[in-house]
Nanobody, 124 residues
Framework: QVQLVESGGGLVQAGRSLRLSCAASGRTFRSYGMGWFRQAPGKERECVVTISLSGGSIYYADSVKGRFTISRDNAKNTVYLQMTSLKPEDTAVYYC?????????????????WGQGTQVTVSS
C-alpha cells in the first residue's frame, strides 16, 4: 500500500513558476513508476509527465515539454514537478500517481495509487 500526498499548488501569474511535490509513504517507493496527471474543469484527466522507477525514462506531454521537469528522490520517497513559464491553460488539479510496472506509464489504468490532488491556478 502506498499513500501519496501532493503539495506546492497555488495561485500564480502567467510566466511564473511553481514546484509541486509528492511524498509517498512506504519503503517500496523505488519500485514504482511515478506520474503527474492534471484535470481542468470540464475536461478529462490527462497525463502530464511520467518517470520510470529508475528515473532513466521520462515522458512529457507536448503541451508541457520544455517547461515542466519531473524528478524523483528515492531516498526521500518524493517526486517533484518543476513548472516554469506557466500559462493559464495549465490551470487544473494536479494529481500524483504511482504504478507498479516497469517502463513509461502513460494511462490512468497503469497506476494503482493516487494522491488527493493539488490545485494550480494560473492567472493571465
Amino acid at each position: 500500500q502506498v499513500q501519496l500526498v501532493e503539495s506546492g499548488g497555488g495561485l500564480v501569474q502567467a510566466g511564473r513558476s511553481l514546484r509541486l511535490s509528492c511524498a509517498a509513504s512506504g519503503r517500496t517507493f523505488r519500485s514504482y513508476g511515478m506520474g503527474w496527471f492534471r484535470q481542468a474543469p470540464g475536461k478529462e484527466r490527462e497525463c502530464v509527465v511520467t518517470i520510470s522507477l529508475s528515473g532513466g525514462s521520462i515522458y512529457y506531454a507536448d503541451s508541457v515539454k520544455g517547461r515542466f521537469t519531473i524528478s524523483r528522490d528515492n531516498a526521500k520517497n518524493t517526486v517533484y514537478l518543476q513548472m516554469t513559464s506557466l500559462k493559464p491553460e495549465d490551470t487544473a488539479v494536479y494529481y500524483c500517481a504511482a504504478g507498479l510496472r516497469v517502463g513509461i506509464l502513460r494511462t490512468q489504468a497503469e497506476y494503482e495509487y493516487w494522491g488527493q490532488g493539488t490545485q494550480v491556478t494560473v492567472s493571465s
